[in-house]
């Protein structure tokens, strides 16, 4: 069952990182609304919507440093 849950983290892992992101944001898997897990950094959201921007996209504003 562990091996299944690290499989999946680690494909979800590498599909952000093809797509251009460092990390990965991982969301509750019963509502999959919350946020569980994002690494060992904190991660801030502030619920604003740019002008244009329409509901369910995704924005990168920042790009943490390690």
Do not use: T
Request: contains cysteine; proline residues 2%.
């Amino acid at each position: 069952m562990l091996d299944d849950h690290n499989n999946l983290v680690l494909k979800s892992l590498n599909r952000a990182r093809n797509r251009g992101f460092s990390y990965a944001l991982y969301l509750d898997s019963m509502n999959k609304r919350y946020i569980e897990e994002f690494f060992s950094c904190n991660v801030f959201i502030l619920k604003v919507l740019p002008e244009g921007l329409q509901a369910g996209s995704m924005i990168v504003i920042f790009e943490l440093e390690q």
